[in-house]
């Protein structure tokens, strides 16, 4: 009997983070070290609040985005040919197989970005002002660079370099995510709809989730 596309893609979900319990990559390694870059960039420039509130939802989506960099090199690192081969052997449907990454990389993202909001908070006395938007603009970037560093990491997971490969896939083709944040955040403190820049948000995920699902089964194959 044939499981159901949501049942394969549950699977593959489980199994990354059962890959991560074990490894704790997450977060014992990328977490505290997004924090600790944080916390740096104030001691490098200084401890005056008026500059810190004006980079610190700048800084905070940059660091969300090496992030997402680092889940999609952590994707083409943990997963051998041989492992890939088996998962095809299993009959599970290649895109089942991609949305199910994409999910586990989406629950280290939500994760991380929520944990760095509050330090972001903290450190850069950001105001509070249009943060109601924040769980949705959350949302948004960590959806779109979970499709994204799925897509980028199975793209080059056949050849040698692809941990040298991913971050020169992904860090480019995030740029429209990281404008639409941060400018939704702006429009909102200058007064004016931030409805355009969600929209290219949700836009860019529509078609970065087309693309990985059509994708899947050719890139499974070659």
Known sequence: MRTSFWTQATAITKRDLMRERRSGEVLWVTLPFGAIALLL?????????????????????????????????????????????????????????????VIASFLFLIGFEAV??????????????????M?????LVGLGLSLLGTLAASIVSTGRSASALVPLLVAPLSVPLLIGATQ???????????????????????????????????????
């Open 184 to 222: 939704t955040f702006e429009a909102i403190r200058l007064g004016r709809s931030s409805l355009t820049w969600t929209l290219m948000m949700t836009i860019v995920i529509l078609l970065l989730a087309i693309a990985g699902v059509l994708s899947a089964r050719t890139l499974q194959e070659s």
């Open 135 to 139: 769980p949705l603009v959350m949302v």
């Open 41 to 101: 960039i104030p001691i490098a420039i200084g401890t005056d609040r008026p500059t810190l509130r004006a980079i610190g939802i700048g800084m905070y989506w940059v660091i969300v985005m090496l992030f997402g960099v680092l889940i999609a090199v952590r994707q083409a690192h943990t997963e051998s040919q041989a492992q890939r081969d088996v998962v095809a052997l299993t009959g599970i449907d290649p895109a089942a197989g991609y949305v199910g990454r």
């Open 116 to 133: 760095l909001a509050v330090v972001t908070i903290a450190l850069y006395d950001v105001p509070l002002d249009g943060w109601a938007w």
